[in-house]
């Protein structure tokens, strides 16, 4: 493990299909941001100070680790094609039409899942064999999916699947979201258990989407105080988030002890995005970041929400730097979507618009501490971090003969982290987009620049 001032090994994994598939018309949720960012992360050359990976397209066996074996072979059967006669199961699955669902069908939806939650089991698997500090997969994060049903753009919660990988190897886990929206799925697969401690900074009224995430849902039986909910008002700047994020993951840190740690940085809580209501700078966001990295903790950082392509991929791409102990320049470099990114071309932009309609911060000083002080209290409840026998901990072996020439010995486990070594990116596949641009279905057939 790295301690807080030691250079980290960071992995990174992105597959470029992932840009590729499209939510439909008018659909806010844009898997294109991924290209952009992926962009901006070539062109302040990061890939140089991280060892980047192809991640392998997750199986519907590994879904099923936490969604039902319906819901998986729904997904993977359902498209724009057979619709009309699959009425009943997409009404069961919260899956429908553009503009009617959260959660459309669309042409190659399972493909699309098995990309990114591929990724987020993989980033685990980094870190469990010991060959990353830090992992990192932006096009995942899909943190509202639930065991049987879509919710919220995501439709299968890679989160929790990599979280249950982690499980195999860390007797406790902390995941912290700070995406605009409550995490809800995640807390809810979880909620029963105290190997994982969920904590969420979100927006919530009682009407926001998804409608939960009070102070007062605090876990339930074992899992009791390991539920953890931030709810923050509109207009939140920076430093009001700071008052209660650094105080907060400090005392879980101290209380909770957790051995890995599972990041969700949704970009809908910067300021000016189409969904969020908070007014973070990328720079805010980027500082909760560094601050749990100082910690030296395993770390999984993922992608969510964001629905300004532009900042999203500022956002992640600045979050890159921060991960890889990076100095970049805050002009940023030309990419093939540079057009995107007018009129400032700076990566610490305004990020408000004109039309922007939350500029004023809703949450006084006295809230920010009376929720502080109650979060506070709950965790005094937990009596000390919790434990695990080690029978429920996996063999020390499991990842200790990686190297035999006998395949039939190793186990599935074994086999899926060799066959991902296997597919360890070589260092020419990553250039520079202003030597050599690179080319993709999505980019040829790209006409006209986004407006977001």
Same mark, same amino acid.
């Given at each position: 493990?790295?301690?807080?001032?030691?250079?980290?090994?960071?992995?990174?994994?992105?597959?470029?299909?992932?840009?590729?598939?499209?939510?439909?018309?008018?659909?806010?949720?844009?898997?294109?941001?991924?290209?952009?960012?992926?962009?901006?992360?070539?062109?302040?050359?990061?890939?140089?100070?991280?060892?980047?990976?192809?991640?392998?397209?997750?199986?519907?066996?590994?879904?099923?680790?936490?969604?039902?074996?319906?819901?998986?072979?729904?997904?993977?059967?359902?498209?724009?094609?057979?619709?009309?006669?699959?009425?009943?199961?997409?009404?069961?699955?919260?899956?429908?039409?553009?503009?009617?669902?959260?959660?459309?069908?669309?042409?190659?939806?399972?493909?699309?899942?098995?990309?990114?939650?591929?990724?987020?089991?993989?980033?685990?698997?980094?870190?469990?064999?010991?060959?990353?500090?830090?992992?990192?997969?932006?096009?995942?994060?899909?943190?509202?999916?639930?065991?049987?049903?879509?919710?919220?753009?995501?439709?299968?919660?890679?989160?929790?699947?990599?979280?249950?990988?982690?499980?195999?190897?860390?007797?406790?886990?902390?995941?912290?979201?700070?995406?605009?929206?409550?995490?809800?799925?995640?807390?809810?697969?979880?909620?029963?258990?105290?190997?994982?401690?969920?904590?969420?900074?979100?927006?919530?009224?009682?009407?926001?989407?998804?409608?939960?995430?009070?102070?007062?849902?605090?876990?339930?039986?074992?899992?009791?105080?390991?539920?953890?909910?931030?709810?923050?008002?509109?207009?939140?700047?920076?430093?009001?988030?700071?008052?209660?994020?650094?105080?907060?993951?400090?005392?879980? &840190?101290?209380?909770?002890?957790?051995? +890995?740690?599972?990041?969700?940085?949704?970009? /809908? *809580? !910067?300021?000016? $995005?189409?969904?969020?209501?908070?007014?973070?700078?990328?720079?805010?966001?980027?500082?909760?970041?560094?601050?749990?990295?100082?910690?030296?903790?395993?770390?999984?950082?993922?992608?969510?929400?964001?629905?300004?392509?532009?900042?999203?991929?500022?956002?992640?791409?600045?979050?890159?730097?921060?991960?890889?102990?990076?100095?970049?320049?805050?002009?940023?470099?030309?990419?093939?979507?540079?057009?995107?990114?007018?009129?400032?071309?700076?990566?610490?932009?305004?990020?408000?618009?004109?039309?922007?309609?939350?500029?004023?911060?809703?949450?006084?000083?006295?809230?920010?501490?009376?929720?502080?002080?109650?979060?506070?209290?709950?965790?005094?409840?937990?009596?000390?971090?919790?434990?695990?026998?080690?029978?429920? &901990?996996?063999?020390?072996?499991?990842? +200790?003969?990686?190297?035999?020439?006998?395949? /039939? *010995? !190793?186990?599935? $486990?074994?086999?899926?982290?060799?066959?991902?070594?296997?597919?360890?990116?070589?260092?020419?596949?990553?250039?520079?987009?202003?030597?050599?641009?690179?080319?993709?279905?999505?980019?040829?057939?790209?006409?006209?620049?986004?407006?977001?």
């Amino acid at each position: 493990m790295s301690g807080p001032t030691s250079k980290s090994r960071v992995a990174y994994l992105h597959d470029p299909e992932v840009g590729q598939f499209y939510y439909g018309p008018s659909h806010p949720m844009k898997p294109h941001r991924m290209q952009l960012a992926h962009q901006l992360i070539l062109g302040y050359e990061l890939h140089h100070k991280m060892a980047c990976y192809t991640p392998h397209k997750a199986s519907d066996a590994e879904m099923k680790k936490f969604h039902t074996e319906e819901y998986i072979d729904f997904l993977m059967n359902i498209s724009p094609d057979n619709m009309d006669i699959m009425g009943e199961r997409m009404k069961q699955h919260n899956v429908g039409f553009v503009g009617q669902y959260d959660c459309p069908v669309f042409d190659g939806i399972f493909p699309f899942c098995q990309i990114f939650a591929g990724g987020s089991i993989d980033g685990a698997q980094r870190i469990i064999d010991g060959s990353a500090d830090i992992a990192i997969n932006w096009a995942g994060g899909l943190h509202h999916a639930k065991a049987d049903e879509a919710s919220g753009f995501c439709y299968i919660n890679d989160i929790v699947l990599a979280i249950l990988e982690l499980l195999k190897f860390y007797p406790r886990v902390l995941y912290v979201d700070i995406d605009v929206h409550h995490g809800d799925g995640v807390e809810e697969a979880f909620v029963n258990t105290d190997r994982v401690m969920t904590v969420s900074f979100h927006k919530y009224d009682g009407n926001f989407f998804p409608q939960t995430g009070d102070i007062t849902e605090v876990g339930e039986g074992a899992g009791k105080y390991c539920s953890v909910n931030v709810p923050l008002h509109d207009g939140i700047d920076d430093s009001s988030y700071e008052q209660v994020f650094k105080p907060i993951m400090r005392a879980i &840190m101290a209380t909770y002890d957790p051995k +890995a740690i599972v990041l969700q940085c949704g970009a /809908d *809580s !910067l300021a000016g $995005d189409r969904l969020g209501v908070f007014n973070l700078s990328v720079d805010a966001h980027g500082e909760c970041v560094r601050f749990l990295k100082t910690f030296g903790v395993p770390m999984l950082v993922l992608g969510g929400g964001g629905y300004v392509i532009r900042n999203v991929a500022r956002c992640w791409a600045w979050e890159t730097a921060v991960l890889t102990d990076t100095q970049v320049s805050n002009d940023l470099p030309w990419s093939d979507y540079w057009q995107y990114f007018a009129p400032s071309y700076q990566l610490h932009a305004d990020l408000r618009g004109k039309d922007w309609g939350y500029p004023e911060n809703h949450n006084s000083r006295e809230y920010l501490d009376k929720v502080r002080q109650e979060v506070l209290v709950n965790l005094r409840c937990l009596q000390g971090a919790p434990s695990v026998q080690m029978k429920e &901990m996996p063999p020390s072996s499991l990842y +200790a003969d990686m190297d035999s020439d006998d395949e /039939d *010995s !190793l186990t599935d $486990d074994q086999r899926r982290v060799r066959a991902m070594e296997r597919h360890v990116e070589h260092p020419a596949e990553y250039f520079a987009p202003e030597k050599y641009r690179v080319e993709d279905a999505a980019t040829r057939q790209k006409q006209e620049p986004d407006p977001l």
